[in-house]
């Protein structure tokens, strides 16, 4: 079995003129790929969809995010940017999603991003 593979497509992108903001849906690979426990890593610049014609990289980003946010229906989670992981966590419950084969519940969600990166 594989890690588990987060895509994020996104849908708005802006300049603050100290960061770049980006929002967007966040998809997770299905079972039988695997989760484990403190994440599963995400590189948004090998795995971001351009869902606004911006072109990829996204523009003036050269880092990885410095803070990042997911809520879905079911899941919430964080960007942890020492790790460059996705932490998600069940919001029934409150706990972290078990090591093992991603949930059915979790690669079905509808889970909204929201990134912000340092500018180069």
């Given at each position: 079995?594989?890690?588990?593979?987060?895509?994020?497509?996104?849908?708005?992108v802006?300049?603050d003129?100290?960061?770049?903001?980006?929002?967007?849906?966040?998809?997770?690979?299905?079972?039988p790929?695997?989760?484990?426990?403190g994440?599963?890593?995400f590189?948004?610049?090998?795995?971001?969809v351009?869902?606004?014609?911006?072109?990829?990289?996204?523009?003036?980003?050269?880092?990885?995010?410095?803070w990042?946010n997911?809520?879905?229906?079911?899941?919430?989670?964080?960007?942890?940017?020492?790790?460059?992981?996705?932490?998600?966590?069940?919001?029934?419950g409150?706990?972290?999603?078990?090591?093992?084969?991603?949930?059915?519940?979790?690669?079905?969600?509808?889970?909204?991003?929201?990134?912000?990166?340092?500018?180069?």
């Amino acid at each position: 079995m594989a890690e588990a593979k987060a895509t994020f497509t996104t849908s708005d992108v802006w300049d603050d003129a100290k960061r770049v903001h980006a929002i967007g849906r966040l998809t997770v690979t299905a079972g039988p790929d695997t989760y484990t426990t403190g994440g599963i890593a995400f590189n948004v610049h090998g795995n971001t969809v351009d869902g606004i014609g911006l072109g990829l990289p996204l523009p003036t980003v050269s880092t990885q995010p410095v803070w990042g946010n997911i809520v879905g229906g079911a899941y919430f989670g964080q960007y942890l940017p020492a790790t460059n992981k996705l932490k998600i966590t069940a919001i029934s419950g409150g706990t972290e999603v078990a090591s093992g084969a991603v949930p059915a519940g979790l690669s079905s969600d509808t889970i909204t991003a929201y990134f912000i990166f340092k500018k180069f």
